[in-house]
């Protein structure tokens, strides 16, 4: 009895142990890609150039964040989003240089 009882006792330290262990891979910063992507125009969209979840993001005045994505048009330049972490919104698209 006492066996099966040690032995259920590894079991459960084992699972929480383990559960415990397990980290999400994902980037904390992919929600604000996802809100400045979600805000551009599809003919914006339509020019960014590679995958939009690896946009870089910087960070910006007051608390809020930069995301910005390169685009096929070299003579407008990189699309650049302000969202605010705080709200989960986005506040403004910069002009392009």
């Known amino acids: 009895m006492k066996r099966i009882y040690s032995l259920s006792i590894l079991i459960v330290l084992s699972v929480i142990t383990y559960a415990c262990s397990i980290s999400d891979n994902s980037d904390p910063l992919d929600v604000y890609r996802e809100i400045a992507y979600n805000a551009l125009s599809s003919n914006v969209k339509a020019t960014v150039v590679g995958d939009w979840r690896r946009a870089e993001v910087t960070a910006w005045v007051d608390g809020n964040y930069l995301v910005?994505?390169?685009?096929?048009?070299?003579?407008l330049g990189p699309v650049?989003?302000?969202v605010d972490p705080d709200r989960g919104i986005w506040?403004?698209?910069?002009?392009r240089p």
Do not use: A, G
């Open 80 to 82: 650049r989003v302000v």
């Open 91 to 95: 506040l403004e698209i910069l002009p």
């Open 68 to 75: 910005i994505f390169e685009t096929s048009d070299q003579i």
